[in-house]
């Protein structure tokens, strides 16, 4: 998974490696906002979660949380795929 969003994200972005757990979190840089990369997300049936909401100051609205625990398939390569275009759309 991590090999594919690194494949469909920006070169800038930071992704996590996680070593346990079930979730990926990405900073997009500060030139991105993550709230507009959910919205845009979820009008293409995909749910991500924009970081600013695990923040009590408004925190890492350059970033978003990615869950996953299904088996990969081509459906989730192609949603990260789409993930990936509307990275470009979500700038500030």
Same mark, same amino acid.
């Given at each position: 998974m991590?090999?594919?969003?690194?494949q $469909?994200? %920006?070169?800038? *972005?930071r992704?996590?490696?996680p070593? !346990?757990?079930?979730?990926i979190?990405?900073?997009? !840089? *500060?030139a991105?906002?993550?709230?507009?990369l959910?919205?845009? *997300?979820?009008l293409? !049936?995909?749910?991500i979660? %924009?970081?600013?909401i695990?923040s009590a100051t408004?925190?890492?609205?350059?970033c978003i949380?990615?869950?996953? !625990?299904? %088996?990969?398939d +081509?459906?989730? +390569?192609?949603?990260?795929k789409?993930?990936g275009?509307?990275v470009?759309? $979500?700038?500030?």
């Amino acid at each position: 998974m991590i090999w594919c969003l690194q494949q $469909a994200f %920006p070169s800038t *972005a930071r992704i996590s490696d996680p070593q !346990g757990g079930c979730v990926i979190w990405i900073d997009l !840089g *500060a030139a991105y906002d993550s709230v507009k990369l959910f919205q845009l *997300a979820l009008l293409s !049936g995909i749910s991500i979660t %924009p970081g600013y909401i695990f923040s009590a100051t408004n925190k890492y609205r350059s970033c978003i949380r990615l869950s996953y !625990g299904l %088996p990969w398939d +081509e459906k989730i +390569e192609q949603a990260i795929k789409t993930l990936g275009g509307l990275v470009h759309l $979500a700038k500030k």
